[in-house]
């Protein structure tokens, strides 16, 4: 990987923080700066930093995998681990890697950064993952949003590509909770690995989703992730449960909106959070939670807000909640 930087006449003094894992290959214009830090000698008008980085991740808090099959993984090694990040050496899904940078400059009233994130070769990113490899993409744009899948050449897609672009779109244009970036870009993981979970959502627009994820599941993975795109709002303890609750919820009622499942479905899901042991579960206190509760039970509260709202106002429902939670400036409570 590598980061370049076009440097204005302002600014005198620029620094360049690597996230812990970069093994700096070579640099232009940058030296140590003494600490873990680069600093720009101020030669040019730029400079680059030019890093490897490991691209493995499982989903234990972020620990680093054992290599990914192609990698000089053994069998055991690729059952043992569960991905959240991998490189096989003929593709990657990966996080863009972490930078931080801090400048001084004279001469003008403030001096802003702008960020691009590409990708050298074959691949795409949205600035948070990217994919590196083979693909074939797939892109609507719907409500000012273009929403984009990545399809690679390795990965099997269970449903069509234009369907599910499709559901995604209409996700986009129903979901009126703000938070609507201008672009989201949703990579189909390919199944040869196993992944972490079925799907993941990171940073502000991107996610992958495994690539046989199916349309017609009250458990709507490519729905779920989208929603967690529309996610403003950050919480603290006691309103953790609502991320994962809004998300389950709004994949199943999209999928049942959008016809891919039958009503008896989608109340068997919202069922789900009734029974034990999510019967004895508090929402607000993430140490009692069990059976992913705040997914399970999560979504049958946030359901039955969403009805009770509907039968007492005229027209609010629960999107009108989620718009003010994303309009939020401290971190949400469960209050």
């Known amino acids: 990987a590598g980061v370049s930087f076009d440097i204005p006449d302002e600014v005198t003094e620029l620094r360049l923080q690597l996230q812990p894992s970069a093994d700096v290959q070579s640099t232009e214009h940058f030296e140590r700066d003494g600490g873990e830090g680069y600093a720009w000698t101020g030669a040019g008008t730029g400079g680059t930093v030019t890093f490897t980085y490991d691209a493995n991740e499982t989903d234990d808090t972020g620990?680093?995998?054992?290599?990914?099959?192609?990698?000089?993984?053994?069998?055991?090694?690729?059952?043992?681990?569960?991905?959240?990040?991998?490189?096989?050496?003929?593709?990657?899904?990966?996080?863009?890697?972490?930078?931080?940078?801090?400048?001084?400059?004279?001469?003008?009233?403030?001096?802003?950064?702008?960020?691009?994130?590409?990708?050298?070769?074959?691949?795409?990113?949205?600035?948070?993952?990217?994919?590196?490899?083979?693909?074939?993409?797939?892109?609507?744009?719907?409500?000012?949003?273009?929403?984009?899948?990545?399809?690679?050449?390795?990965?099997?897609?269970?449903?069509?590509?234009e369907a599910v672009v499709a559901s995604i779109a209409n996700?986009?244009?129903?979901?009126?909770?703000?938070?609507?970036?201008?672009?989201?870009?949703?990579?189909?993981?390919?199944?040869?690995?196993?992944?972490?979970?079925?799907?993941l959502q990171y940073g502000d627009t991107d996610a992958w989703v495994v690539a046989d994820a199916r349309l017609d599941r009250a458990n709507n993975v490519w729905l779920h992730e989208y929603v967690h795109t529309r996610q403003e709002f950050r919480t603290n303890r006691s309103g953790r449960w609502l991320t994962e609750a809004t998300a389950d919820y709004y994949a199943a009622l999209l999928a049942y909106e959008q016809g891919h499942i039958g009503f008896d479905a989608f109340r068997e899901k919202l069922e789900r959070g009734s029974g034990d042991p999510q019967s004895t579960a508090v929402l607000a206190e993430p140490t009692t939670w069990s059976n992913n509760a705040n997914y399970l039970k999560g979504s049958l509260v946030t359901g039955a807000i969403d009805r009770r709202l509907r039968a007492a106002t005229d027209g609010a429902t629960f999107q009108r909640v989620f718009r003010r939670l994303n309009g939020q400036e401290d971190n949400v409570d469960n209050a």
């Open 63 to 161: 620990g680093r995998a054992a290599p990914a099959e192609g990698l000089g993984a053994t069998t055991a090694d690729t059952q043992a681990a569960q991905y959240a990040f991998a490189d096989t050496g003929d593709w990657a899904i990966t996080r863009v890697p972490g930078l931080g940078s801090s400048w001084r400059w004279r001469g003008a009233d403030a001096v802003d950064l702008e960020k691009h994130v590409t990708v050298a070769g074959e691949g795409t990113t949205g600035g948070y993952m990217a994919y590196l490899g083979p693909m074939r993409t797939y892109s609507e744009t719907v409500a000012g949003q273009e929403i984009t899948l990545a399809v690679p050449d390795a990965a099997a897609m269970r449903e069509s590509a």
């Open 171 to 199: 996700a986009s244009e129903q979901l009126r909770v703000g938070q609507r970036d201008e672009t989201a870009l949703v990579i189909a993981a390919p199944q040869s690995l196993d992944w972490s979970s079925a799907g």
